[in-house]
């Protein structure tokens, strides 16, 4: 295939590089001439291990290229590929200026009788949205009522650390091509020819807001770490020790447990050990930030949900709440979200009733039977069994855990708060 890159910065220039090695015909496009009369000697405009050989087999063997103006390379393009900033702006938000001005350069060259789409991939990090909202009428603006037939508009983020750029390149942990409509595409297929990962076709927001999840939790995980690290060597632990301990752990810590969008977290150990972390974290002066928000945005989520559940419910309403412990198949209401979201409920007049086949007001005990009645002093009243949830009435089902799918609720309005679709 033939390719043109625009933007030969870091990404661009490493594209350049990766996809020439696999054969096809690359032409970079940058408004730095330094730039181009770099590439276009076979040599490479950045440092970066390995991409000085790629540039320099692909430029013996004729199949790099690179120039300031766009020209006619699109006239026989296969896939322009979108690799410009998208610098911070004074407010934080990303300057789209370099995206705008590319998308305007590319569909003023596009020739409207192209006998097939050009595939036009945006790899530079945007706002979900951005596709539809500002780049897609740009082409409009030029191409009119002939876009569809012209362009195929992608997104396809890249995974690439520097100093091992290349080798993220061939072996990324995921490949994520965003279409319009979801589908595949198979320009962008055949582009990644040859590369073993896991692929998503997704809708093309579900892949402009993959970059920005993924960087945020990585500085997550650097922000936490360093916060943890305070704390050891104010308390003279060895830090290193307690991260081999940690990270040997791929079953709970470093792993898809506790990733999953949905209900917010409670029971008898993490709230309660985040709070005691919090406190020695304080007490030794160690200013942990994020440790600090846990709590906070645990809260948040449980009012972002109890808007999401009354949204259009007049009070007074019937509903009924399924599950009420922290987890399904247990008794502990210690924390339990679904007791806060009871409590809300009933605060904001509705006329709730409870199912959960693990519970009954004669078998709490102990700190159970005391959480639960400071916080639903009416617990007594509010249980049902089985037969009368059934029974329905209820304007809402509000599920907190998978216990719901043992009940026959045929046509009842269900929300499920344990996921996040």
Avoid at 298 to 306: G, V
Wanted: proline share 5%.
């Amino acid at each position: 295939m033939k390719i043109v890159i625009f933007g030969l910065g870091y990404v661009g220039c490493t594209a350049a590089a990766c996809i020439a090695s696999q054969g096809h015909s690359v032409v970079g496009i940058d408004v730095s001439a330094k730039k181009v009369e770099t590439i276009k000697a076979g040599l490479s405009p950045i440092r970066e291990p390995g991409i000085d050989e790629l540039l320099a087999a692909a430029h013996a063997e004729g199949r790099l290229d690179a120039a300031t103006e766009v020209g006619s390379h699109l006239d026989e393009a296969d896939i322009a590929i979108v690799c410009v900033g998208t610098p911070s702006g004074a407010d934080g938000a990303h300057n789209m200026s370099f995206i705008a001005q590319v998308t305007r350069s590319i569909a003023s060259a596009l020739k409207p009788d192209r006998a097939t789409p050009l595939t036009v991939a945006y790899r530079s990090t945007m706002r979900p949205g951005t596709t539809q909202l500002m780049i897609e009428p740009i082409f409009r603006s030029f191409l009119g009522d002939r876009t569809d037939r012209v362009v195929e508009l992608v997104y396809n983020p890249e995974f690439l650390r520097e100093a091992t750029a290349i080798k993220d390149y061939f072996h990324p942990p995921k490949i994520v091509i965003g279409t319009m409509d979801g589908a595949p595409s198979p320009n962008m297929d055949q582009l990644h020819t040859g590369i073993e990962a896991p692929v998503f076709h997704v809708g093309i927001r579900e892949a402009e807001i993959t970059k920005f999840i993924d960087n945020s939790w990585h500085a997550l995980k650097v922000a936490f770490a360093n916060e943890v690290g305070r704390v050891c060597q104010n308390l003279e632990i060895s830090a290193r020790q307690v991260h081999e301990i940690f990270v040997s752990d791929t079953k709970l810590n470093i792993s898809a447990y506790y990733m999953r969008p949905g209900n917010a977290f409670g029971g008898s150990c993490l709230p309660k050990d985040v709070r005691a972390f919090q406190h020695i974290a304080a007490d030794v002066g160690a200013n942990t930030h994020v440790v600090d928000a846990l709590l906070r945005s645990n809260d948040a989520h449980k009012h972002h949900q109890f808007k999401q559940v009354v949204q259009g419910l007049e009070p007074g309403a019937k509903v009924l709440l399924v599950g009420l412990a922290f987890k399904a198949e247990t008794d502990d209401l210690r924390e339990s979200p679904a007791v806060d979201m009871a409590r809300r409920l009933l605060d904001a007049g509705f006329n709730l009733e409870i199912y959960d086949p693990s519970l009954t007001s004669d078998s709490l005990i102990g700190q159970n039977l005391g959480y639960a009645y400071a916080n639903l002093p009416t617990i007594d009243t509010l249980l049902v069994d089985k037969a009368t949830a059934e029974a329905g009435g209820y304007a809402l089902v509000v599920a907190t855990n998978k216990i719901a799918q043992t009940l026959d609720l045929p046509g009842a309005r269900i929300i499920d708060v344990s996921v996040i679709a």
